[in-house]
């Protein structure tokens, strides 16, 4: 299993910018994508970014494409997920996931690991 460890969350204003990362340890050379994904009270989770180890290509919700960026440091394990021109509608829980299958997916049931989330509210 692979440990997974979000940190960065935070309250900011509508417009303003976050930093999330995520440092994995534990059988890290198994992860093939390590996706982002968040989730707000009553809502199923919903995928927001994801990027592939080996040659960091990268995936985003449509909602977040150019305000979001998702990069990694495989030397040190790390995914970082870099929010700008955040709205209120990013206001969530955001989780950090491995997947260790190959191929894209953007269902939350086929991550197998999972981090224990990081708030990030954006107030109006």
């Known amino acids: 299993q692979v440990q997974l460890v979000e940190s960065g969350g935070g309250l900011v204003q509508a417009g303003g910018s976050l930093r999330l990362s995520c440092a994995a340890s534990?059988?890290?050379?198994?992860?093939?994508?390590t996706g982002w994904f968040r989730q707000t009270p009553g809502a199923q989770r919903e995928f927001v970014a994801a990027?592939?180890?080996?040659?960091?290509?990268?995936y985003y919700r449509d909602s977040v494409k150019g305000r979001f960026t998702i990069s990694r440091d495989n030397a040190k394990n790390t995914v970082t997920l870099q929010m700008n021109s955040l709205k209120p509608e990013d206001t969530a829980v955001y989780y950090c996931?491995?997947?260790?299958?190959?191929?894209?997916?953007?269902?939350?049931?086929?991550?197998?690991?999972w981090g224990q989330g990081t708030q990030v509210t954006v107030s109006s």
């Open positions: 996931a491995a997947k260790v299958t190959s191929g894209l997916s953007y269902y939350s049931g086929h991550y197998r690991d």
């Open positions: 534990g059988g890290t050379s198994s992860i093939y994508i």
């Open positions: 990027i592939r180890r080996t040659d960091a290509v990268t």
